[in-house]
């Protein structure tokens, strides 16, 4: 939003109505260095000496008249009818507040980052939704209709918690409901909807221009969950990582039902003896697990160090090359359309590229991507190529977006169902982090111009590497507890060690992989994606 200028004591009408001078305005208004209007002081003098001539000639006897700060302010409403900055005069010496106020949408996302995932492994991630979209719409229309700065900062910290908290039980759940040959695919398909979710707001901000309506906007596309709610199931997975084996069953039986397909009563029952083989139903739901037990365990440890390493580094990078994209000065609504457009072609990518090789190597290669066009980027731009530089910018922006969209279905498969939404939770905190710093990072470009770019190419290489630590999941049955997934990493994570004698392995609380010997169903969802023998 741009600051005009002082609004008093003249406006728009009056000036044109009394031909009101350029040269006159100049003269009350002082210049900057770049000799535009100060926008935030003005020159207090006795216009009663110019008894309507509205020229210079009145104030040359008032060289001593104080500069005083501006109490009203004319903006530039070419691009926005109405903002937060126009609202409140968040101008000047209440440009901070701005700040503030952006800064706060980013503090919402930690906490809901944090809180979300341990209320979703403790009361389900149904139930956890339903929560989240109440407190989210309650509190966007709050702040959409909130007549003060402060009651809009409050308002937008507890929309912006259940944004960030919709993500990651969202995630969640779509990744234990889904079998192990659809998973990448559908959170893919879930990502896509996201995309043109973004596509669609900005298209709603061109149409109205004001930022309660895009504010209610949100909202009313949040509460479309609610009837949907009403017709989903709770995660089979974690009701069985709870103990809750009945009602397990029942849900079982609805997903066969709408599949078209019988019930199996005697694989179930295997699915119930293996699961109870490590520990008795009283057992399970007196253990309480917390994020603690993520780092109890060496190689738990090492994976979830690594993958909170990864989120910060795609939150720098992707959010710092967002603020970075100068060439796309002009039009902020065809900016975001340009960026959507980024995400959607990276989206598409990531899950045509998930069909035909690992996750980890995708993963790590667009990492690669990234990298490697962000430091090519600013090498090109020293010997004078802008236009090559803008394109490996774009190269590396598309590379970002793609590791955004894969780390979403990488990181609820690496994490045990009994602590998956408190490591969700956790790393999106983390990414948080690495959103905060970005802006930092882009502004040190004007004093070291090829810092960011280096900063931004060598991270994403770094964290490129690491990823290949990750174990592939494509196509393998989630783990229910820290104890199965520190099992399943000692022969699956190759660069740092896989155990010699898989004699010795614990038994999984539910079958892992299938054996040549077994009938077993991989999946507790018995899932419809794979043919299962009618009894």
């Known amino acids: 939003m741009k600051l005009g200028r002082c609004a008093s004591p003249f406006d728009e009408d009056f000036i044109g109505q009394n ?79 701005k700040t503030i106020a952006n800064s706060s949408m980013f503090f919402g996302f930690l906490i809901g980052a944090i809180i979300s995932g341990i209320v979703t492994d403790r009361i389900g991630r149904k139930m956890t939704m339903l929560l989240i979209c109440i407190l989210s719409s309650s509190s ?31 995630f969640t759940y779509m ?25 669609l707001i900005s298209l709603v901000a061109v149409i109205y221009r004001n930022w309660r309506y895009i504010a209610i906007y949100s909202v009313v596309i949040n509460l479309l969950y609610l009837p949907v709610h009403f017709f989903i199931s709770e995660s089979p997975r974690w009701l069985l990582s709870i ?19 019988n019930f199996n009563e005697e694989k179930w029952q295997s699915v119930l003896k293996s699961f109870e083989s490590q520990r008795s139903e009283d057992e399970v739901q007196s253990k309480t697990y917390s994020f603690i037990d993520l780092y109890r365990f060496p190689h738990v440890r090492i994976i979830s160090m690594n993958v909170m390493f990864s989120w910060m580094v795609i939150s720098l990078v992707y959010y710092g090359l967002i603020l970075n994209t100068g060439y796309l000065a002009g039009n902020p609504y065809v900016n975001g359309l340009v960026n959507s457009t980024l995400d959607f072609i990276a989206t598409i990518a990531a899950l045509i590229g998930e069909r035909y090789c690992s996750k ?12 490697i066009s962000c430091i090519l980027s600013m090498l090109v731009l020293d010997f004078g190529y802008a236009t090559a530089s803008v394109v490996f910018a774009c190269v ?51 004093v070291i111009p090829w810092l960011m770019q ?44 896989r155990r010699r004698n898989p004699k010795r392995h614990r038994k999984f609380t539910y079958p892992r992989l299938r054996s040549n010997n077994s009938n077993l169903v991989e999946d507790v969802k018995l899932s419809e994606c794979d043919q299962v023998e009618e009894p």
């Not at 980890?360 to 990298?371: D, N, T």
């Not at 999941?473 to 507890?481: D, G, P, Q, Y």
């Open 396 to 446: 590396g922006r598309l590379g970002a977006a793609s590791v955004y969209k894969i780390i979403y279905v990488v990181t609820p498969e690496l994490f045990p169902t009994l602590l998956r939404g408190t490591g969700m939770s956790i790393c999106t905190g983390t990414s948080r982090i690495g959103g905060m710093i970005s802006p930092f990072i882009v502004q040190s470009q004007e």
């Open 140 to 170: 966007g229309f709050a702040f959409a209709f909130s007549q003060s700065y402060h009651v809009y900062i409050v308002f937008f910290i507890l929309f912006s918690i259940g944004i960030s908290g919709q993500y990651i039980v969202t």
């Open 243 to 261: 103990g809750r084996t009945e009602k397990a069953r029942k849900v079982v039986m609805k997903y066969f039902k709408s599949s078209g397909k």
């Open 19 to 97: 031909n009101v001078s350029d040269e006159f305005l100049r003269s009350i208004r002082p210049s900057t260095s770049s000799q535009n209007y100060n926008s935030c002081h003005e020159r207090l003098y006795n216009y009663s000496l110019c008894n309507g001539n509205w020229n210079t000639s009145c104030l040359k006897n008032q060289t001593d008249a104080p500069l005083v700060k501006c109490d009203k302010y004319v903006y530039d409403d070419d691009v926005y009818k109405s903002s937060i900055t126009t609202e409140w005069d968040l101008v000047c010496n209440r440009a901070v507040m």
């Open 360 to 371: 980890v190597y995708l993963l790590s290669g667009s990492y690669a991507i990234a990298g």
């Open 175 to 199: 990744s234990e409901i889904s079998c192990k040959k659809g998973r990448g695919k559908l959170i893919f398909t879930v990502s896509l909807l996201a995309i043109i979710g973004d596509i």
């Open 454 to 497: 280096s900063i931004f190419g060598v991270l994403s290489i770094v964290a490129g590497f690491l990823g290949l630590i990750f174990p592939d999941t494509k196509n393998v049955a989630l783990v229910a507890t820290p104890e199965d997934a520190e099992d399943f990493f000692k022969d699956n994570m190759a660069l740092i060690y």
